[in-house]
């Protein structure tokens, strides 16, 4: 599962005219993190975080051109001006890859640079191999659920106190989650599971989140 070059992302992921991916390198992070700051506050807490610390990036991240590492990031640009960050983790042993964030500039966010984002996303994971594709969201507001929904994503269920979040000034709690995937193989590469193995409350979530699969047997 190799990450894309810049030209191979272009290719795969098509952005509203005047935009374009450009790499995420040392010279830029002062004033990638600033942004991410600025648009994002809540990043500052949670799983996240790590990308307003330059040794995040230094340790973790594919920098001024690496393609080895597990997470990967990029930026986008609107002519020079800075107007969003998109960044991925790859699971190699599971051939899976997770959207990790994707952050726009309020000046752009008319431009549904998100829309563009996940709708291409799909390209990428299968031209690394994956066969896996998923994403978090925040029940905070509805935003990242309705795009991950439109980009054809499955809601799977919800995740009591994954994350944290700053809830009111100064508070930080565990907060719910909802995990959406989208399964980027045939169906007859996929074992489905005997419903008579599963326990009463399995079998009842399953066949409520899978009911074609449940018809069909």
Known sequence: MIWPTMEELANQVPL????????VDSASLVALIAALKS??????VGSNSGYLREDF?????????RRDRDIYATRILHGDEFAGFWTFEREVDALALYGRLIVVAPAHREARL????????????????????YAFATLKIPYAQRALERAGYRLLGFFPGREREE??????KRVY?????K???????????ELRN??????ALFELLFPEHCAAG
């Open 57 to 65: 990036y230094r340790e973790r991240v594919c920098l001024d051109g």
């Open 39 to 44: 648009w994002y506050p809540e990043v500052s």
């Open 16 to 23: 509203p005219s005047g935009y374009r991916f450009a790499p």
């Open 114 to 133: 998100t829309a563009h984002a996940l709708a291409g996303a799909e390209n990428v994971a299968r031209a690394m191999g994956a066969a896996f594709i």
């Open 167 to 172: 809830v009111s000034p100064g508070v930080v």
């Open 183 to 193: 399964l980027l193989v045939s169906p007859d590469e996929v074992h489905w599971p």
């Open 198 to 203: 599963m326990t009463p409350r399995t079998r």
């Open 177 to 181: 989650q909802s995990v959406y995937a």
